[in-house]
């Protein structure tokens, strides 16, 4: 069974940057589609971005342009860049596979955004 932690999360200014990974115990190259989900305090948790196995995205038009979603299959981690960082991208980050598996679920990583 493979297990996901999350890592890279923290304190940032409005217009700052993180790079979050999410590591996996491992391989992942099975696995087609990898997400970043989120999940804001009395919110529901939301798709982020995805990638597939062969490195094609998407991202939730709330990210377009700010947010670059990666993978390195032999590294078994999946990683998202986030630049531009708004007040309203304060979550808990997650990662999982899409369609999402409820038992990979990990603790996520805790981004703020204040000034």
């Known amino acids: 069974q493979v297990q996901l932690v999350e890592s890279g999360g923290g304190l940032v200014q409005p217009g700052g940057s993180l790079r979050l990974s999410c590591a996996a115990s491992?391989?992942?190259?099975?696995?087609?589609?990898m997400a970043w989900y989120r999940q804001a305090p009395g919110k529901q948790r939301e798709l982020v971005a995805t990638?597939?196995?062969?490195?094609?995205?998407n991202y939730a038009d709330f990210v377009k342009g700010r947010f670059t979603i990666s993978r390195d299959n032999a590294k078994n981690t999946v990683y998202l860049q986030m630049n531009s960082l708004k007040p309203e991208d304060t979550a808990v980050y997650y990662c999982?596979?899409?369609?999402?598996?409820?038992?990979?679920w990990g603790q996520g990583t805790q981004v703020t955004v204040s000034s």
């Open positions: 491992r391989s992942i190259f099975s696995i087609n589609i």
């Open positions: 990638i597939t196995s062969d490195g094609r995205t």
């Open positions: 999982n596979r899409r369609p999402v598996q409820n038992n990979l």
